[in-house]
């Protein structure tokens, strides 16, 4: 007997600086299509006007080839879903009017996705898959949260920063060393070679399970002024060693609290998401914690771990079997709640 099919979803992410589309059917995501924007490394950081133009040349590229590799047609869609924040509004725009644009010529249903679930949710892409509850570290450019998952749209956010974003300390510490844009893959690179206990640096501490990092990137800016007065040349002799040091301080500023909420939740599944998962010392660091106290850790594919249309669709999925539609007057929004 034929097992019936399950719901083939068209997924797009447009957030930021990157253009995505994938398919998903019956839960299992078959493409993830990405379409990166070189031109913001030029300018030290993405540029909101530059970023949406991007996205309108790059989003019908996109959705065809995710839509080709797949193997399907449009009209075999039984839903489109797209991220409809948080981010830039411009690159939101994009992908919600095409969403909607596709929804309305095809008639099917629209899902919208919250940017910062579905980041969570791309943990169940691929095995292994953690059991609820657990603690999601999220980390990226734009955010840094603690959130306790307790069901697939059930999510309670239980810790975050209260200024700047972990992926945008990396940033801007690379920034300062005169690294290219993005520079925090850059200081993961450089610091695989480098000295960790080489330099220490001041630090924000937080009550709670809150975050700030305003005050390290502070303390770094004047380290660094302080050691060019000494020296012109510092940062070009001790590179290694300074991005080991400093990538050691914001690591331990992210681990400390995912301590603290396995302690105070009794929690021992923990997983991470966002952007910033990608980096190595941040994966070693929990994996050395995971074992000191018996975690069990899940740590997503490279691929999901930037923005991707893959994490959309794998939420979108969710939604569709809850019967979570949004009308076609929906708009985006900057700033969006889990």
């Known amino acids: ?8 979803i068209l997924a797009i992410e447009s957030s930021c600086d990157e253009t995505s589309a994938a398919v998903i059917r019956n839960g299992k995501v078959l493409n993830n299509i990405i379409a990166s924007q070189a031109v913001h490394q030029k300018y030290g950081g993405v540029v909101p006007e530059l970023a949406s133009r991007a996205h309108q040349r790059n989003i019908v590229m996109v959705v065809e080839e995710a839509l080709t590799s797949a193997g399907v047609q449009l009209q075999e869609m039984d839903a489109i879903a797209f991220t409809r924040g948080p981010g830039l509004m411009g690159s939101l725009l994009v992908g919600v009017s095409f969403a909607k644009g596709l929804a309305l010529a095809l008639n099917k249903p629209l899902i919208e996705v919250n940017h910062m679930q579905a980041h969570v949710l791309s943990h169940f892409i691929d095995d292994p898959r953690p059991a609820f509850p657990f603690i999601c570290l999220t980390v990226s450019g734009g955010h840094t949260q603690l959130i306790i998952v307790k069901d697939y749209l059930d999510m309670e956010v239980i810790g975050e920063t209260q200024d700047d974003a972990v992926g945008e300390a990396f940033d801007k510490a690379a920034k300062i060393m005169g690294l290219p844009y993005p520079g925090g893959p850059l200081i993961d690179k450089h610091a695989q070679a480098g000295n960790p206990e080489a330099y220490s640096f001041s630090k924000t501490s937080m009550p709670g399970l809150d975050f700030s990092f305003s005050g390290i990137k502070t303390a770094f800016l004047y380290f660094i002024r302080d050691e060019r007065k000494k020296n012109p040349a510092f940062v070009e002799e001790n590179l290694n060693d300074i991005c080991a040091s400093i990538q050691r301080h914001l690591i331990s500023m992210l681990t400390d609290k995912v301590v603290q909420a396995s302690e105070q939740t ?45 994490m959309i669709a794998m939420a979108a999925h969710f939604k569709y079997q809850k019967g979570l539609f949004t009308k076609l007057n929906v708009s985006p929004l900057a700033r969006m709640p889990v």
């Open 1 to 8: 007997m034929l097992q019936p099919v399950g719901p083939v």
């Open 266 to 310: 009794g929690i021992n599944q923990v997983a991470i998401a966002g952007g910033v998962s990608a980096n190595s010392g941040l994966r070693n660091a929990l994996k050395t914690l995971a074992g000191k106290h018996g975690w069990d850790l899940f740590i997503p594919a490279f691929e999901y771990c930037t923005d991707n249309a893959g």
